[in-house]
């Protein structure tokens, strides 16, 4: 078996520190110390190839920037990493959503992936122009990638449905070969078009039980349709030579956080619609009350997973925290409960990908769980880890 590896493209900028963002956040409040110009994002594409990632995951929302142009300009500063491009059904059409990734894939065949995103903040939808309420949007994003899907299937396709209507509509030339659909979403309006589209089911990082339960979950209604899904998780890292050197990097984090930004953050967040979104709050709302997540460790909810990104950013809230080792552990500990694919991010994200590209990675090649990429070897001279694990 070898995991896929993706990393993530801060499009809203970078810092040493953690960054707002994500899921809930208003525009412009995200953005960092270092400019996401397309030279610095093309600096972690080409990091992310050299050690064999499968992809980079390019997110959406009024936040960050375009993620369909942000990919097209990387394309050419590298030759195999594809882009999880995140996009959001019903605010184009699906005819145009098919072609233009058509487009992408003739020409950098298998190198665009799609991440349906249903979105979670009605506020942020309705500052698009979509007024559809949270359950409705994804009845209209059932109907909407089933208009793709045929589309890419190489149909001409009339559907008038409850918010989809087309008439007889084509592709010139379908993809080949067709992007898998990277599909998220904890609620239970979720659940059934994930089992119907999805290609692969995402989960943010919560601890193992709770995933091994979404797991479960999604395939038995992919089974209910006929279909197969794998699955992925999406996660932050800070991967070091030792524990002890993690989670003081945790620690600077944390306390780098001002207290009033926390908890106008956390206000903000808790209004947001996302199932997904309540459940990474409940991660570290009990240190939130108590004050106790001004230590690091106080937010350790698993073995070596922490909630603290999530203290300041919306979405994607916990992180793998440890020693080289003992960050390969947990990535084997969910590969084993049906994990396929890790979308992993840090702070900043070009140095973080060295740490754990050059730390994790070659662990993972010696357990046999990855084999993309060059091989570094194990005892190579490396410029942040040096030879130990």
Not at 178 to 202: M, Q, T
Request: net charge negative; aromatic share 8%; glycine share 10%.
């Amino acid at each position: 078996m070898s995991l896929k590896l993706h990393w993530f493209l801060p499009t809203y900028g970078d810092s040493r520190s953690i960054v707002g963002g994500g899921h809930g956040t208003p525009a412009g409040a995200a953005g960092g110390d270092r400019d996401a110009s397309i030279d610095y994002l093309a600096s972690i594409v080409r990091a992310a190839e050299t050690f064999g990632f499968t992809g980079a995951l390019i997110p959406t929302g009024a936040w960050c920037e375009d993620a369909f142009v942000t990919a097209a300009l990387l394309a050419r500063e590298t030759t195999s990493l594809a882009f999880l491009v995140a996009f959001r059904p019903g605010l184009i059409s699906p005819t145009l959503s098919a072609q233009m990734a058509a487009t992408f894939a003739r020409h950098a065949p298998g190198r665009i992936l799609l991440n349906v995103v249903v979105g979670g903040e009605a506020h942020e939808q309705r500052s698009f122009g979509d007024h559809l309420e949270k359950d409705a949007r994804y009845h209209r994003a059932d109907e909407f990638l089933e208009v793709v899907r045929r589309l890419w299937a190489g149909e001409t396709v009339t559907l008038k449905g409850d918010y989809i209507d087309v008439e007889e509509a084509a592709l010139a030339k379908p993809p080949s070969p067709i992007p898998p659909l990277y599909f998220g979403g904890s609620s239970a309006a979720a659940g059934p078009v994930a089992a119907r589209h999805s290609d692969v089911y995402l989960t943010w990082g919560e601890p193992p039980e709770a995933v091994a339960e979404k797991v479960a979950w999604i395939r038995g209604l992919a089974e209910a349709e006929g279909r197969t899904v794998r699955f992925g998780i999406r996660l932050h890292t800070i991967s070091r030579d030792t524990s002890d050197e993690a989670w003081a990097q945790a620690d600077r984090l944390v306390a780098a956080l001002d207290e009033d930004v926390v908890r106008k953050t956390q206000e903000g967040l808790a209004r947001s619609q996302s199932e997904g979104q309540k459940r990474m709050l409940a991660l570290h709302e009990a240190n939130r009350a108590d004050g106790s997540w001004h230590d690091a460790r106080s937010l350790e909810i698993a073995p070596n997973l922490w909630s603290g990104v999530g203290l300041v950013r919306g979405g994607a809230g916990t992180a793998l925290v440890g020693s080289h080792t003992e960050v390969a552990d947990r990535i084997a500990e969910y590969a084993a409960i049906g994990i396929d694919e890790f979308i992993f991010s840090g702070y900043p994200h070009l140095e973080e990908l060295f740490w754990f590209g050059e730390g994790v990675v070659p662990i993972l090649r010696e357990r046999g769980l990855f084999d993309q990429g060059a091989d570094c070897g194990s005892h190579v001279s490396i410029p942040f880890v040096g030879a130990a694990r």
